[in-house]
């Protein structure tokens, strides 16, 4: 199993970027895929996740409104579309997948068996 994440870079504050990242090795259709990011100093954390059925999605309250989590299980990628970025949004961003996550620990890291190796965003002022 491979995902190999990608997009990330340096950007003013307020502008946009997309990360895509494509899995291999795994049916992805039956994932429940999510990003997590993890700033310098800074625990891993939750930002977005999308359950494999039902299109149910979940953000974090730092992100939501801001953020988009998406997928294309025709070309086995997930994408997280970013908006309004802040210097706070600055961390490497991490993909995950699992096909068995429950619902109450859909923001919890340990759930998730797949990931990605991250793709740092920098977020200038």
């Known amino acids: 199993v491979q995902l190999q994440a990608s997009g990330g870079g340096l950007v003013q504050a307020g502008s946009s970027l997309r990360l895509s990242c494509v899995a291999s090795?795994?049916?992805?259709?039956?994932?429940?895929i999510a990003w997590f990011r993890q700033a310098p100093g800074k625990e891993r954390e939750f930002v977005a996740a999308?359950?494999?059925?039902?299109?149910?999605?979940y953000y974090s309250d730092s992100v939501k409104g801001r953020f988009t989590i998406s997928r294309d299980n025709a070309k086995n990628t997930m994408y997280l579309q970013m908006n309004s970025l802040t210097p706070e949004d600055t961390a490497v961003y991490y993909c995950?997948?699992?096909?068995?996550?429950?619902?109450?620990?859909?923001?919890?890291?340990?759930?998730?068996?797949?990931w990605g190796q991250g793709t740092l965003v920098t977020v200038s002022s």
């Open positions: 999308l359950r494999y059925s039902g299109g149910y999605t």
């Open positions: 995950a997948a699992d096909p068995s996550v429950i619902l109450s620990a859909v923001r919890e890291p340990r759930s998730y068996n797949y």
């Open positions: 090795g795994l049916t992805f259709s039956r994932q429940t």
